[in-house]
């Protein structure tokens, strides 16, 4: 469908509704028809269920009804409704999250993320299954959901390694063994300057067994309209542009008839980046007895998105673009799914509780994505052009792709004791295994065979998910296997001092990572360097790369329950994440003192992350008005960062290095009153005021086989200065919303409104891909009404129309601005039998 009619769309909506409604309330209660207090929430961020005001960790809850009212659907929805969460986002399922600014942004681009990149610092939960993979975050499709839970700072002590910033967990609804329901939504809408969206959803509870069994089943199918387009372009090579590579060719002839262009006719088009969620998700609840119940249950989604979801403001040689534009001169498309199957039993011995829970997650991502940009980057000469006399004297077509198939795994096995919540001495322990795979072969078309490349190939004996040979054009190859194992023991135990008024709070848990690497990485070789075949000294056997870690995370923790309504706490936690390896450990055109050249490190450590944190929760006037807070210093040590500067000859080839130490200061607020029976506010923002404590030297080795050798102070570090901030944390962040419910007879009509801001940011630390990110405010309106089973609403987000840049990044070798969706207006129907 065009984007003329979804703009017609759009506009119809605005004045047939008479108003452009967001869904925003942030606050995860309902109207209470004879009581004006707030509704409770229960959590089970603690792994015991209780009440969120009781629970001395800073935690952002949102119910099922809280997410329908926002309408939240996929994982970008939400980021806008939380204060201390950010995003380094190339599209949907393509970010990596970040909590309380504990960020250093620049993770290079998706290409090979997963057999390259850091494990992320935030961990991604459905229900009991860990889900974290490098650079791209699961984006579960937010549909009968009992609640989304958002823990802030470091979980170690009970979530394990990838919570070391903070953890993010989707929990499903479970079945009902009493009560026959069903639910159903329908919704379209349309965006500004993009294309017509619908979705429609639907769940059916059925007691097979009243009070014994009982079969929940969900289904859904949205379709996103883009709102991107690809313009009219045509790459033309610059006499310039091989001159970026000392040693190789030098210039590209300036006779026109030598040098290739390339047009990109055939994929020009409107809203190029439409984006489809399909999934069903069954559970199967059989209640044994009064003390034991088993639970399965079978999720499946599928994510297609065609194009980007960045613009580029002007193309690779500098001409202006189009707002909401890019140039792509190749078909762009990323599909991602996922199935898991998870297993859950609870039940009783004696006075303890027990909870066993399995699961296994299989992810696989297939991308291909234009790189045509890289054709006036560095060594593109090398890859394109004929080399004679040590000139570019023939340069073919410029027209370049890379294509990435991941395939993840995650199996993980978890067994839980705990005494009763009421005994004044209670404790949780636990078991927990882990075996994480990642399978990503990544190949760069972007070179011409017509210079004479060979086919290539990763050499024999390497252990790698593709040992063929590659096709035509493939000038660089990934082909990794990456993954640990990791067990861990952990316990918890609350000490009531004085009983519900003191109670402290110990935790620690023992881990042991088994990290490894296997495969090949590397490019081929062209006949002016005295090479016909490919020679595995361009495509390198990385060998079997094998590390270990264990060592042992802890928490402390006081509460003061000063009034039943008003407590304070303070927390000590420590958070970590494993090491890992790097492609390769290359030599850099630097030279050192010793006299050889230095060599990027083979690998990198893990890093570690300690908080201390002074917080309330309180309620007020009959629980008419809820407020929680949050004073936090985080200390960040021993950060792993990417490293990607070869004009600074640091290498050709990115990698991951152990960098300095940061440190966070914060502030954050929360907040909900039901100002009268019919108007509710809610909101929270976010302060962090982040810096670089210390700038090392980057440490590596030297091709005479010294270790542990420092780069030379001649060279800048890519690391920044001690004083520098953090990436995408932004000064401050945060909401406002209002919703305003009443009845008229039988009907019960609602009106919201809402409003986000963020202080500007930067997308990196150190010098490389680090951009000024300005501030944003956005916001939303809904309105609607209910009567019995039925319901309407009309919503708007970003009524504002402001472009809201998540993130900039030149990973595509152009500079890419990954921005909101337009003003988008639509409604949305909803029927539900109880």
Not at 200 to 228: E, F, H, Q
Not at 316 to 332: E, H, I
Not at 582 to 607: E, I, Q
Not at 722 to 731: I, K
């Amino acid at each position: 469908m065009s984007s003329g009619n979804g703009n017609t769309f759009a506009r119809l909506l605005l004045s047939g509704v008479a108003m452009c409604a967001l869904s925003i309330p942030a606050a995860a209660q309902q109207v209470q028809s004879d009581d004006l207090g707030l509704q409770e929430v229960v959590v089970t961020a603690q792994r015991r269920s209780e009440n969120l005001q009781d629970v001395p960790i800073a935690v952002q809850a949102m119910t099922g009804d809280t997410l329908a009212q926002l309408n939240i659907e996929n994982f970008d929805d939400m980021t806008r409704q939380l204060p201390n969460v950010t995003v380094s986002s190339f599209g949907p399922g393509q970010s990596n999250i970040y909590m309380r600014g504990l960020s250093v942004g620049n993770t290079g681009g998706q290409q090979g993320s997963g057999g390259t990149g850091s494990f992320p610092n935030v961990s991604v939960y459905l229900d009991d299954q860990s889900a974290q993979v490098p650079g791209r975050n699961l984006d579960i499709y937010a549909v009968d959901l009992e609640r989304v839970e958002v823990l802030e700072g470091p979980q170690g002590t009970l979530f394990g390694s990838g919570a070391q910033a903070g953890v993010v967990r989707y929990i499903t609804n479970k079945p009902n063994v009493d009560k026959l329901q069903a639910k159903v939504n329908v919704g379209a809408s349309g965006t500004v300057h993009g294309d017509m969206s619908e979705n429609a959803d639907g769940m059916l509870n059925i007691p097979l067994v009243k009070g014994t069994a009982a079969l929940r089943v969900v289904i859904y199918d949205d379709s996103r309209g883009g709102y991107i387009d690809n313009v009219p372009g045509t790459f033309v090579r610059h006499a310039s542009d091989a001159t970026y590579v000392p040693g190789y060719a030098q210039a590209i002839s300036n006779s026109p008839s030598g040098i290739d262009s390339a047009n990109n006719a055939a994929f020009v088009g409107k809203a190029i980046n439409p984006v489809e969620y399909k999934g069903a998700r069954a559970s199967l609840l059989w209640k044994l007895n009064d003390d034991w119940d088993a639970l399965i249950t079978q999720s499946f989604q599928q994510m297609k998105a065609d194009g980007v979801f960045y613009e580029t403001p002007v193309s690779s040689d500098g001409q202006k673009l189009p707002d909401l534009s890019v140039q792509l001169y190749n078909p762009t498309s990323n599909k991602d799914k996922f199935e898991n199957t998870a297993f859950t039993v609870n039940g009783k011995v004696g006075d303890l509780s027990l909870v066993y829970s399995g699961a296994y997650l299989e992810r696989t991502v297939d991308q291909v994505q234009d790189y045509t940009n890289y054709s006036r980057g560095l060594y593109a000469s090398y890859y394109q052009c004929t080399i004679t006399g040590g000139k570019a004297t023939q340069c073919y077509s410029p027209a370049a792709y890379w294509r990435d198939h991941e395939k993840d795994t995650h199996l993980s096995q978890e067994l839980r004791v705990s005494t009763p919540s009421d005994w004044r001495l209670r404790a949780l322990g636990g078991f927990f295994w882990e075996q994480f795979d990642v399978q990503e072969t990544t190949d760069f078309n972007y070179g011409s065979p017509q210079t004479g490349f060979a086919q290539i190939a990763p050499p024999p004996g390497a252990d790698v998910n593709n040992p063929g040979l590659r096709n035509p054009g493939d000038a660089f190859i990934n082909d990794i296997k990456r993954g640990y194992t990791q067990d861990a023991l952990f316990a918890s135990v609350d000490y009531d001092i004085i009983p519900k008024v003191l109670t402290v709070t110990a935790g620690t848990r023992w881990y042991r990572f088994d990290n490894y690497e296997h495969g090949a990485a590397g490019g081929g070789c062209i006949p002016y360097w005295g090479c016909s075949t490919v020679s595995p000294h361009y495509v390198t056997n990385l060998g079997n790369l094998k590390s270990s870690y264990e060592g042992a995370k802890s928490r402390a923790n006081i509460t003061w329950h000063v009034t039943p309504d008003a407590m304070v706490y303070y927390t000590f936690s420590q958070g970590f994440r494993p090491g890992g390896f790097n492609r390769l450990a290359k030599t850099t055109g630097a030279t050192l003192p010793t006299g050889g050249k230095w060599v990027t490190p083979l690998g990198f450590s893990p890093d570690t992350l300690m908080n201390n944190e002074v917080g309330f929760k309180t309620q007020w006037f009959n629980h008419r008005i809820e407020l929680n807070g949050a004073l936090y210093q985080e200390d960040w040590k021993h950060v792993q960062t990417y490293v990607f500067d070869p004009q600074a000859s640091l290498g050709d080839v990115s990698f991951t290095s152990n960098a300095g130490d940061y440190r966070v200061r914060g502030f954050e607020l929360q907040g909900s009153a039901r100002i009268t029976h019919e108007l509710t506010l809610s909101g929270g923002g976010a302060i962090n005021s982040s810096e670089a404590t210390t700038s090392p030297a980057l440490i590596g080795s030297d091709t005479l086989g010294h270790s542990g050798v420092a780069l030379p102070s001649n060279y800048a570090s890519p690391f920044g200065s001690v004083g520098d901030s953090l990436a995408l944390s932004p000064l401050f962040k945060g909401n406002l919303r209002a919703r305003y419910e009443f009845e008229v007879g039988d009907y019960l009509p609602f009106f919201q409104i809402g409003v986000e801001h963020s202080s500007h940011t930067h997308s990196a630390t150190g010098v490389y891909n680090n951009f000024y990110q300005d501030p944003v405010t956005m916001g939303d309106l809904s309105a609607g009404v209910s009567k019995d089973a039925w319901s309407i609403q009309a919503f708007c987000s970003n009524f504002t129309n402001a472009k809201g840049v998540q993130f900039i990044s030149n990973s595509q070798w152009v500079k890419g601005y990954t921005v909101a969706r337009p003003l988008t207006a639509g409604v949305r129907l909803s029927y539900e039998f109880n």
